[in-house]
T-cell receptor
């Protein structure tokens, strides 16, 4: 069974500090991994997907298959980064038709 | 940018009543999903729908639940006889493969 673990429910940093939101997964196949963000009173929005290997809003995430991790990083956090962040995994093959398995979410608070 | 829209934003229903949650997916998308999030818990997959039929469902999605795409634009989730534990935020999502685009959600409160 696929599982996504985000060990930190809450994470607080000061503006300008580096931030890392942890995500570990367990999955036997070839996963696709995503980070979704939910700003206050807004919908879930895609932030990053591992196959695109891009940087969005200064965030990056690298898939480490050896450590089964997909941690989200930003070198200099901004106050507007305060939000709930969800790591999610999709079965890239088989017949799951895109079912996403989410982690518990991490609430990031960036203090001025 | 096109969006997934969900109505109503908040639904209050008596236990045992039927409820229908509505979603309008993005127009050229082919894959449709429902997820739910009980307060304080993670977002959980309920069901996926493709080519006018359910492609996958979770163990949460029992006989009380059904989905329908009645008119080619709406995608509905029906709960036949609601229970207190059905109280949650329900999210609709659609995609043309990946990524999935989510609606704002419907908060369902069962009294």
């Amino acid at each position: 069974a696929q599982r996504v673990t985000q060990p930190e429910k809450l994470l607080s940093v000061f503006k300008g500090a580096p931030v890392e939101l942890k995500c570990n997964y367990s999955y036997s196949g070839s996963p696709e991994l995503f980070w979704y963000v939910q700003y206050s009173r807004q919908r879930l929005q895609l932030l990053l997907r591992h196959i695109s290997r891009e940087s969005i809003k200064g965030f990056t995430a690298d898939l480490n298959k050896g450590e089964t991790s997909f941690h989200l990083k930003k070198p200099f956090a901004q106050e507007e980064d305060s939000a709930m962040y969800y790591c999610a995994l999709e079965n890239a093959g088989g017949t799951s038709y895109g079912k996403l398995t989410f982690g518990q979410g991490t609430i990031l608070t960036v203090h001025p | 940018e096109p969006e997934v829209t969900q109505t109503p934003s908040h639904q209050v229903t008596q236990m045992g009543q039927e409820v229908i949650l509505r979603c309008v997916p993005i127009s050229n998308h082919l894959y449709f999903y429902w997820y739910r999030q009980i307060l304080g818990q993670k977002v959980e997959f309920l069901v996926s729908f493709y080519n006018n039929e359910i492609s996958e469902k979770s163990e949460i999605f029992d006989d009380q639940f059904s989905v329908e795409r009645p008119d080619g634009s709406n995608f509905t989730l029906k709960i036949r006889s609601t229970k207190l534990e059905d109280s949650a935020m329900y999210f609709c999502a659609s995609s043309d493969n990946q990524p999935q685009h989510f609606g704002d959600g419907t908060r369902l409160s069962i009294l």
